[in-house]
């Protein structure tokens, strides 16, 4: 069965980024068939992310990826605003664009509210406020 790509992973390759194609350790069971591995992420500081589901450093998330972004691989035209350790070396775990668009993206799947900390609602919550201002501002 196909798996589809994560939405961090689809920013950065579409942005101009490249992928790790395998990282050892980080993809436990799939969705619905087990517990996800988890592991820790470290937010930067002064990101549109940190912001968003700060104060806290460090957030114990979800993985049911095997591939990564590694700092070399990381597109131009966007930063990193979490990374997590792994056997390959430190993994993006959050990018964001540098510029009005909303674009922030998590390895993490928060959708999956059993395994993923409750910061990430106000992820959620600032999206549909970015949609919704941007609905408004291109209407006829």
Do not use: M
Not at 68 to 92: C, E, F, N, Q, T
Request: with cysteine; hydrophobic share 40%; glycine share 12%.
């Amino acid at each position: 069965r196909p798996r589809s790509l994560p939405r961090v992973q689809a920013i950065n390759v579409f942005s101009g980024g490249t992928l790790l194609q395998h990282v050892e350790g980080h993809h436990g069971a799939g969705w619905g068939l087990g517990s996800p591995v988890t592991h820790p992420i470290r937010i930067v500081g002064g990101t549109r992310l940190a912001s968003l589901l700060g104060p806290a450093e460090k957030l114990e998330v979800n993985a049911y990826h095997h591939q990564g972004i590694l700092a070399k691989d990381l597109a131009p035209s966007l930063r990193a605003s979490a990374w997590a350790d792994s056997s390959a070396g430190p993994l993006v775990e959050g990018l964001e664009g540098d510029g009005e668009r909303f674009v922030v993206g998590v390895q993490c799947h928060p959708e999956r509210t059993e395994t993923t900390p409750d910061e990430f609602e106000r992820l959620f919550a600032a999206f549909v406020e970015a949609a919704t201002r941007r609905a408004v501002e291109t209407a006829p």
